[in-house]
């Protein structure tokens, strides 16, 4: 990972790219922010500067200096498989991995994570990915203990051993007693990069120990012009994108991997709503039909975005029209909307697609639940038209 890989933090990377060059690296620092935020981007773009054999330091603009991208240090850094660099993160048993489960068992799901998404996938993700999401992960006395034992080690290739600790806050507090003394005193050239989400949840006598990163989100600007400059957007899209992720770039990139779904349910929702409207019971009929085949995932999604447009026309009903999240076709279609869906019948529309999403999970018969709630939907509208 190369520090201009990485979405705006000018101030973040200037301070770090210093520390390196002034001799200043702190042995146990901690990078923390929201979810979806570079935090530990840039805490492997900094391992990776310190490392590079040929560092990029242009001449008097030391704050753009980075890594080359192109030595065997960062080569191996780009695809996690350094020698010297070292990963913990929360895990718990698998069918693969049934007792005293460990970061190493692991690792190669890990670098497959990362890689995959771009390092901002979430804790729920990877629990997911490893198949562990209704399991309590932690980390755990065994990597306590292997924390220890590779950090007793000389380092391979490179002048610092780097041991990160993906979410430290899932560390087991009986366990944590164990990396105190390597914590605060580690074997020299040693970095300890420690990545959270909430510090306030961290053990005491740990972050007490570490040096903290606050890592804050990036501007909507700078959120807006990377969807540009990387997945090749129009404007519109981007600053719409942009606007929904808040500065979380884990967000973001999932908006984008749905923009398509979101125009299909776009287009499905505004064509539903016109038909209750229009009271078209033939046509409702049919549209029933229609969805009852496109599957139980598209019609839970579906459900889940009829939600979002009652939680718009609410806000534009309370004047919290900057919380709109919308553009476009999709705002003028809640601009219309929203006398119709208003805060005389916000409850009832909210209840009528949260129960059709339930009877959906326990399998009932779409085309009846749909003409169903069509036909609640129908009689909403009419009470609001006779006032």
């Known amino acids: 990972m190369l520090f201009r890989e990485i979405t705006g933090q000018k101030e973040i990377k200037k301070k770090l790219i210093q520390t390196v060059l002034d001799h200043r690296i702190s042995h146990a620092q901690l990078f923390f922010g929201q979810e979806g935020s570079e935090k530990l981007a840039l805490?492997?773009?900094?391992?990776?500067?310190?490392?590079?054999?040929?560092?990029?330091?242009?001449?008097?603009?030391?704050?753009?200096?980075?890594?080359?991208?192109?030595?065997?240090?960062?080569?191996?850094?780009?695809?996690?498989?350094?020698?010297?660099?070292h990963f913990?993160?929360?895990?718990?048993?698998t069918k693969r991995v049934p007792r005293?489960?460990?970061?190493?068992?692991?690792?190669?799901?890990?670098?497959?994570?990362?890689?995959?998404?771009?390092?901002?996938?979430?804790?729920h993700d990877w629990f997911e990915f490893i198949d562990i999401e209704n399991k309590q992960g932690i980390i755990n006395a065994e990597d306590c203990h292997d924390i220890i034992t590779t950090l007793g080690y000389k380092?391979?290739?490179?002048?610092?051993?780097?041991?990160?600790?993906?979410?430290?806050?899932?560390?087991?507090?009986?366990?944590?007693?164990?990396?105190?003394?390597?914590?605060?005193?580690?074997?020299?050239?040693?970095?300890?990069?420690?990545i959270s989400e909430d510090p306030e949840l961290i053990i005491s006598t740990i972050?007490?120990?570490?040096?903290?990163?606050?890592?804050?989100?990036?501007?909507?600007?700078?959120?807006?012009?990377?969807?540009?400059?990387?997945?090749?957007?129009?404007?519109?899209?981007?600053?719409n994108i942009a606007r929904q992720a808040n500065g979380n770039l884990?967000?973001?990139?999932?908006?984008?991997?749905?923009?398509?779904?979101?125009?299909?349910?776009?287009?499905?929702?505004?064509?539903?709503?016109?038909?209750?409207?229009?009271?078209?019971?033939?046509?409702?009929i049919s549209f029933s039909g229609e969805l009852a085949k496109i599957g139980r995932e598209n019609q839970k999604n579906l459900l889940h975005y009829a939600l979002q447009i009652v939680q718009s026309c609410a806000r534009l009903q309370?004047?919290?029209?900057?919380?709109?999240?919308?553009?476009?076709?999709?705002?003028e279609f809640i601009q219309k909307i929203t006398p119709y869906i208003n805060s005389a019948n916000l409850t009832s529309f909210n209840d009528l697609f949260n129960n059709a999403l339930y009877h959906i999970e326990r399998n009932a018969y779409p085309q009846t639940l749909f003409?169903?709630?069509?036909?609640?939907?129908?009689?909403?509208?009419?009470?609001?038209?006779?006032k």
């Open 318 to 331: 309370y004047n919290q029209d900057r919380l709109v999240l919308s553009a476009g076709e999709e705002m």
């Open 207 to 239: 972050l007490s120990r570490t040096l903290l990163v606050k890592i804050p989100k990036v501007t909507y600007e700078e959120l807006r012009d990377w969807l540009l400059k990387k997945f090749s957007l129009k404007k519109a899209v981007a600053e």
């Open 88 to 93: 913990i993160f929360p895990v718990a048993t």
């Open 43 to 85: 805490a492997i773009a900094y391992a990776q500067f310190i490392n590079c054999t040929n560092k990029q330091i242009p001449p008097g603009d030391t704050a753009n200096a980075d890594s080359c991208g192109r030595c065997h240090s960062c080569i191996k850094y780009q695809k996690l498989i350094h020698p010297d660099l």
């Open 371 to 386: 003409m169903d709630v069509s036909l609640n939907i129908l009689q909403l509208f009419a009470k609001i038209s006779k």
């Open 155 to 194: 380092s391979y290739e490179s002048e610092y051993k780097v041991m990160v600790i993906w979410m430290v806050e899932k560390l087991y507090y009986a366990a944590a007693p164990k990396i105190l003394k390597i914590l605060e005193e580690p074997p020299e050239k040693t970095l300890f990069l420690l």
């Open 100 to 123: 005293k489960p460990q970061s190493k068992d692991f690792i190669e799901d890990w670098r497959k994570f990362l890689l995959q998404n771009d390092y901002y996938g979430s804790l």
């Open 250 to 284: 884990k967000l973001a990139i999932k908006r984008y991997q749905h923009l398509e779904e979101d125009q299909i349910n776009f287009t499905t929702f505004r064509k539903w709503m016109r038909l209750c409207f229009a009271k078209d019971i033939i046509g409702l």
